[in-house]
C-alpha cells in the first residue's frame, strides 16, 4: 500500500552577516595592526574588552577564552564560519592557532544562538583567515627569546596570471625548562632549608607548525 503525504517544509533563520561597524557588542581586530608587536591569538584577544584568557602554563601551553564571565564551552570559536570547539570538551586550545595566518577575528560578545546555536551563550569568536588575490602583499618575521624559544612566520597572497593564491607559514617552538630556587621550609619554628637549593622544570617544552 503506498501512502502519499503532503509536502514538508522546514524553515530556518539564516544567519546575517557580521556588520562592517563595530559596537558594543561586536568587535572587529584587523590582525596587520598588530604585526610585529604581538605574537599569538590569544594575546590580541585579551586585549578586547569583556574577554579573558586563561592559561595552562608558558608560552605555547594551552590556552582558553572566556567571554563576560563564561566558560571556553559557551564561546563558539569558529574558522572562516566553521566551528572548532571540540566535541569532547567544548572548548579551544588557541595556542593551537597561528596569527600570522589570519586576516581579521570578529569577536561578538552576549548569546548567539541564533547565529551560532545555543552553545554560544557567551559569544562568537571568528577567526578569518589570510584572502588570495588583489595586490601582492609579503611579511616575514623571526624572533628568539628565553629557553630556546622561537617562533618565525611568511605570508605572501597576490595574483599571478590571472591566478590568486594565499600561501602562509607560522612555526614555534620553545624548551621551557627553566631552573628556580625551592622554598624554605618553616615547620613549627623550625626552618628547613631545601637540597638541593635548585630544581629545573621539566616537560614544558612545546612545537607548533601551521600552513
Known amino acids: ?22 559596537s558594543s557588542f561586536t568587535t572587529v581586530i584587523e590582525v596587520d595592526a598588530y604585526r610585529g608587536e604581538v605574537t599569538s591569538v590569544e594575546e590580541v584577544l585579551e586585549r578586547t574588552p569583556g574577554v579573558q584568557i586563561r592559561r595552562f602554563g608558558g608560552e605555547g601551553q594551552p590556552a582558553e577564552i572566556s567571554i563576560r564571565g563564561s566558560t571556553a564551552s559557551q564561546v563558539d570559536v569558529q574558522l572562516d564560519g566553521v566551528t572548532l570547539n ?16 589570519l586576516e581579521r577575528i570578529e569577536v561578538s560578545r552576549g548569546g548567539g544562538s541564533v547565529q551560532a546555536g545555543s552553545d554560544a ?3 562568537v569568536v571568528n577567526l578569518v583567515t589570510r584572502r588570495p588575490g588583489g595586490e601582492r602583499r609579503s611579511n616575514a618575521s ?13 605570508a605572501t597572497s597576490g595574483t599571478a596570471r590571472g591566478l590568486e593564491y594565499a600561501l602562509a607559514y607560522d612555526g614555534f617552538g620553545t624548551d621551557g625548562d627553566f631552573e628556580f ?10 626552618v628547613i632549608e631545601p637540597d638541593p637549593e635548585t630544581a629545573t622544570r621539566i616537560n614544558n617544552e612545546a612545537e607548533t607548525h601551521a600552513g
Open 1 to 22: 500500500v503506498t501512502r502519499q503525504v503532503p509536502p514538508v517544509v522546514v524553515r530556518a533563520v539564516e544567519p546575517a552577516d557580521l556588520p562592517e561597524d563595530p
Open 86 to 101: 571540540s566535541a569532547q570538551s567544548g572548548a579551544v586550545d588557541l595556542s593551537t592557532i597561528p596569527l600570522s595566518l
Open 121 to 123: 551563550i557567551g559569544g
Open 142 to 154: 623571526l624572533s628568539g627569546g628565553s629557553w630556546n624559544t622561537w617562533r618565525g612566520n611568511a
Open 181 to 190: 630556587r625551592r622554598p624554605a621550609l618553616d615547620i613549627g619554628g623550625v
